[in-house]
Antibody, heavy 124, light 106 residues
Framework: QVQLQQWGAGLLKPSETLSLTCGVY????????WSWIRQLPGKGLEWIGQ???????NYNPSLKSRVTISVDTSETQFSLRLSSVTAADTAVYFC??????????????????WGKGTTVTVSS | SYELTQPLSVSVALGQTARVTCGGN??????VHWYQQKTGQAPVLVIY???NRPSGIPERFSGSNSGNTATLTISRAQAGDEADYFC?????????FGGGTKLTVL
């Protein structure tokens, strides 16, 4: 089963760009989507977006103007960039692999393997 | 936009059955997935596509989905089941999560 290990800067100043990377170990060829999710302090989960092996992306409309997700051609790692951060972007950021398809005429998409999370704090 | 509603908290006595609900308009027409998140840890998928358990998840965890409510059922609750539980669906090309339910085992 695929394992994910993530890294990146944990402390940013307002207006800087958040940059995180997620390394993929084992079984990448069986994964179709790579995704990023964040969890604001004391709150629930917010899906940021996804990328597939061909580089096609899909972003949460609430963050779309500031988000870029990319994947390297070998699919050994994928990355998140979030521009112009503010204190409201302070959160734990998770990378995850996702499975998707059609079942009983309904589309499904779920995150089956998660990274451990990276705490990102935005403060002046 | 589509919304998922979960109770903030559910309590269950040790060894009894806990039910965590996830409400949404005609949610029975969507595939619902459930995640368990223990304090300080990443979420773990416990149910996918309404009622399927990933490898390694105990049979005590089960799911159902019909009408406007999806339900995660945890039988014979153990102290180790204390966690936050989130439901998730796919809608309008976006993955949406419920607000989460804190399960307390008494």
């Amino acid at each position: 089963q695929v394992q994910l290990q993530q890294w990146g800067a944990g402390l940013l100043k307002p207006s800087e760009t958040l940059s995180l990377t997620c390394g993929v170990y084992g079984g990448s060829s069986s994964v179709y989507y790579w995704s990023w999710i964040r969890q604001l302090p004391g709150k629930g989960l917010e899906w940021i977006g996804q990328i597939n092996h061909s580089g096609s992306t899909n972003y949460n409309p609430s963050l779309k103007s500031r988000v870029t997700i990319s994947v390297d051609t070998s699919e050994t790692q994928f990355s998140l960039r979030l521009s112009s951060v503010t204190a409201a972007d302070t959160a734990v950021y998770f990378c995850a692999s996702a499975s998707s398809g059609w079942h009983s005429s309904f589309y499904y998409y779920y995150m089956d393997v998660w990274g451990k999370g990276t705490t990102v704090t935005v403060s002046s | 936009s589509y919304e998922l509603t979960q109770p903030l908290s559910v309590s269950v006595a040790l060894g009894q059955t806990a039910r965590v609900t996830c409400g949404g308009n005609n949610i029975g027409n969507k595939n619902v997935h459930w995640y368990q998140q223990k304090t300080g840890q990443a979420p773990v998928l416990v149910i996918y596509r309404d009622d399927n358990r990933p490898s390694g998840i105990p049979e005590r965890f089960s799911g159902s989905n019909s009408g406007n409510t999806a339900t995660l059922t945890i039988s014979r609750a153990q102290a180790g089941d204390e966690a936050d539980y989130f439901c998730q669906v796919w809608d309008a090309s976006t993955a949406l999560f419920g607000g989460g339910t804190k399960l307390t085992v008494l």
